[in-house]
């Protein structure tokens, strides 16, 4: 068998194959002999049709089996020669056969990536303490008391930082109502009525809630702000726009006393230093995951800062809009309308692309760790794993079991438990270093 593999830029390779007449001869003879021993011909008894009669009969099935065996047979020879990791063999094209029997192809290989690792042992990770600072538990219990405030009208005095503002206000950049100066859908920007929105520095948009302190109900004013470069709308980055508001109410929120009337209400039975302590657990619970995905993240950019390598346009392709589907997705279950969604979607593109590469390229750095270590996963672990999973979901194990295998799900599931044991591994391998100056959004 001839076989010549051309490597190409991102990772794709032209695999061309000669097979000789000898071997696809006394493979097809191979393929009819077990026809003909169990062929059902009309006017012949089963498996004693005329080779002939069979040939005819069956020359479809037939050259289609011959086929398969040994374009088999040269992809496993073309690895084997090549030393080739081969992701996708593509489809045979140009499949000849010459005067003199022999048979030729052509496939396309999608090739994985050629990964050289960098330290992956004793990363440095920087992370906060564990334990749950007391002023975080404190503006847990002040965002509880806010869930149940009363609001009160404020009379006889103007906006405050703190308060809550009723407003209707309408948008502008360059004098030109912002939908016509963008050229499609603004969404919120443009314009809402009735919107409530508190005078704290983080709501809305930079810069808006404090121009609304001194106003009245009645008042109207137009308050400019200039939107940030990294603003998701890409049409307006770095633009003055322009807010015509006016206030239609002002309240000021009713709190709640932090006794056990109140815990009462939360969790029927609880006392408030009950509450408190299901807080404390519940905080400590999700700081501790916070922390253990920072470290995580740090060693995933140690990686993509200390390797580069190409990767198959096709993956990156498929995994751009798997991440943008699911960008959409989480769009859509925000409150995000439809035009919002559209007004951003090349913005949704791109960071979708960014994050496919990000994915891409940990994914094979840590295969090829996982591969290096040793790290696999046994068949208990797998059985035991989707034994969990099809308990979560109140699923008989075997049948989940075997609807995993009947959509060829098995293998992937393997590969991302061998992941997860990976990226453990690399945990518990790093050099941690707690500090009280780290946040968890650093």
């Not at 052509?106 to 992956?120: I, N, Q, R």
């Not at 930079?206 to 890409?234: A, C, K, Y």
């Not at 009950?274 to 519940?282: A, D, F, Y």
């Not at 390797?307 to 346009?313: A, N, R």
């Amino acid at each position: 068998m001839n076989i010549v593999v051309e490597k190409q830029p991102k990772c794709v390779a032209t695999l061309r194959v000669e097979i000789p007449a000898e071997k696809v001869n006394g493979q097809r003879d191979q393929i009819v002999k077990g026809y003909a021993s169990k062929a059902r011909v009309q006017g012949f008894r089963p498996g004693k049709a005329p080779r002939a009669i069979v040939e005819k009969r069956f020359e479809k099935e037939i050259t289609e089996e011959l086929n398969g065996v040994l374009f088999n047979e040269a992809y496993d020879e073309a690895m084997k020669q090549e030393s080739l990791n081969v992701l996708d063999f593509g489809v045979p094209e140009d499949v000849t056969t010459l005067p003199n029997g022999n048979i030729t192809f052509v496939s396309k290989l999608t090739l994985a990536p050629e990964v050289k690792l960098p330290d992956y042992k004793g990363v440095n990770v920087t992370v906060p303490p564990l334990a749950v600072p007391d002023e975080e538990i404190e503006a847990q219990l002040t965002a509880l008391q806010e869930r149940f405030a009363d609001f009160s009208d404020i009379e006889g005095r103007a906006a405050e930082m703190g308060d809550f503002a009723v407003i209707d206000y309408t948008s502008t950049v360059d004098g030109k109502p912002t939908e016509e100066f963008l050229g499609k859908s603004a969404g919120y920007l443009s314009g809402r009525e009735g919107f409530w929105v508190r005078l704290d520095e983080k709501a809305f948009l930079p810069g808006f809630t404090p121009q609304l302190v001194g106003m009245n109900n009645g008042d109207s004013r137009e308050i400019t702000v200039t939107l940030p470069d990294d603003f998701p709308v890409e049409g307006l980055r770095n633009q003055e726009i322009t807010f015509q508001t006016t206030v239609k109410e002002l309240k000021t929120a009713v709190l709640p006393a932090l006794d056990d009337e109140m815990a009462n209400r939360l969790a029927p039975g609880k006392t408030m230093e009950e509450i408190k302590e299901i807080i404390r657990e519940n905080m400590a619970g999700e700081r501790k995951r916070k922390i253990d995905d920072m470290k995580v993240n740090q060693i995933v950019a140690h990686f993509n800062a200390q390797v580069d390598f190409e990767l198959p346009e096709e993956l990156v392709t498929q995994e751009t809009q798997s991440q943008a589907d699911a960008m959409v997705k989480r769009g859509v279950q925000s409150g995000m309308s439809e035009g919002e969604i559209e007004s951003q979607q090349s913005e949704i593109f791109a960071n979708a692309g960014s994050q496919a590469v990000s994915n891409l390229r940990t994914n094979f750095i840590l295969q090829e760790i996982a591969r290096v270590e040793k790290i696999g996963v046994t068949d208990a672990d797998l059985v035991n794993h989707l034994v969990q999973i099809a308990n979560s979901r109140k699923v008989a194990p075997k049948k989940f079991i075997k609807d995993m295998q009947r959509a060829n799900r098995i293998p992937n599931i393997r590969s991302s438990m061998a992941i997860g044991k990976t990226i453990d591994f690399l945990v518990e391998h790093a050099n941690v270093t707690e500090s009280t100056e780290t946040t968890l959004d650093d």
